[in-house]
């Protein structure tokens, strides 16, 4: 069973910029996709981004493309979600997930989940 561990969540201002990072246990992150998703109060959590085991095969949810920029580093087991351009809409707790096979925008298709980190964007 894999541990996720999110983190680098904050309070930020409009236009603003944040990195999260989400740190994996065990030997085999370097085998499986990881994606990122949120919750803002209210909502049901949303895709964001995923990344395939080799960082070749990359998909985000429209609203993010051109802000936010999935990548993990094998060596560190870390995936991270580079945000900028950050807008109020963007405020939710984000969590990372370990997917079942390849990137894909159902959370049905992830199965460990970590415990989310707050990004709160004001005006």
């Known amino acids: 069973q894999v541990q996720l561990v999110e983190s680098g969540g904050a309070v930020v201002q409009a236009g603003g910029s944040l990195r999260l990072s989400c740190a994996a246990s065990?030997?085999?992150?370097?085998?499986?996709?990881m994606g990122w998703f949120r919750q803002a109060p209210g909502k049901e959590r949303e895709f964001v981004a995923a990344i395939s085991w080799s960082g070749v095969r990359i998909i985000y949810t429209d609203s993010v493309k051109g802000r936010f920029t999935i990548s993990r580093d094998n060596a560190k087991n870390t995936a991270y979600l580079q945000m900028n351009s950050l807008k109020p809409e963007d405020t939710a707790v984000y969590y990372c997930?370990?997917?079942?096979?390849?990137?894909?925008?159902?959370?049905?298709?992830?199965?460990?989940w970590g415990q989310g980190t707050q990004v709160s964007v004001s005006t």
């Open positions: 065990g030997r085999t992150f370097s085998t499986y996709t």
């Open positions: 997930a370990r997917g079942k096979g390849l990137p894909i925008v159902d959370l049905n298709g992830y199965d460990s």
